[in-house]
């Protein structure tokens, strides 16, 4: 049963960048699945920021492409989110999630109990 | 960019309801579509992938149909636990959501 624990700062000045980790327990982080982050401003939806594939691939949200960089550390069975020149707009609970690529390929079906961020002076 | 719309914004419901809700796509997504239940202060919950696979735990009362654009949640008897917010998702784009509450 793979479990995901969210960590990092929950306040974060503004144009500093914003750091989280999350730690998989249950599975190898290397294996056949698909990491990613959602996150969700105080009141509002759900916005995904970006996955990384156990290949190595990682994909984006376009609106935030030029700040965001996932990684994977094998070492430690965790995986990151760096979100850089963070404003106010960047307050939201930030969500690890996981998919099992060949049962759910498209779909996040483990979450991380999420991690309130919030940026300001 | 493909563009997700869910309709109502908001349900009334009463308990033994059927309650659906809608998804659409902006352009068609074969069934590569994703609802998901979210409670106040709770990380949302997988209910059904390719837009009619029910995740293993989740009760027979939820189901889904559709593909290509436009696609459908139902929940059968909308028990006590059912009221919440659902979202649809297609790869990186979530819909705005659909909560559902006491009528």
């Known amino acids: 049963q793979v479990q995901l624990q969210e960590s990092g700062p929950g306040l974060v000045k503004p144009s500093e960048t914003l750091s989280l980790t999350c730690a998989v327990s249950?599975?190898?982080?290397?294996?056949?699945?698909?990491w990613g982050w959602i996150r969700q401003p105080p009141g509002k939806g759900l916005e995904w920021i970006g996955s990384?594939?156990?290949?190595?691939?990682?994909y984006y949200n376009p609106s935030l492409k030029s700040r965001v960089t996932i990684s994977v550390d094998t070492s430690k069975n965790q995986f990151s989110l760096k979100l850089s020149s963070v404003t106010a707009a960047d307050t939201a609970v930030y969500y690890c999630?996981?998919?099992?690529?060949?049962?759910?390929?498209?779909?996040?079906?483990?979450w991380g109990q999420g991690t309130m961020v919030t940026v300001s002076s | 960019d493909i563009q997700m719309t869910q309709s109502p914004s908001t349900l009334s419901a009463s308990v033994g309801d059927r309650v659906t809700i809608t998804c659409r796509a902006s352009?068609?997504?074969?069934?590569?579509l994703a609802w998901y239940q979210q409670k106040p202060g709770k990380a949302p919950k997988l209910l059904i992938y390719?837009?009619?696979s029910l995740e293993s735990g989740v009760p027979s009362r939820f189901s889904g149909s559709g593909s290509g654009t436009e696609f459908t949640l139902t929940i059968s008897s909308l028990q006590p636990d059912d009221f919440a917010t659902y979202y649809c998702?297609?790869?990186?784009?979530f819909g705005p959501g659909t909560k559902v509450d006491i009528k």
């Open positions: 990384i594939y156990h290949s190595g691939s990682t």
């Open positions: 390719k837009a009619s």
């Open positions: 249950g599975y190898s982080i290397s294996s056949g699945y698909y």
């Open positions: 999630a996981s998919g099992e690529l060949e049962r759910v390929p498209d779909a996040f079906d483990i």
């Open positions: 998702q297609h790869q990186g784009t």
């Open positions: 352009q068609s997504i074969s069934s590569w």
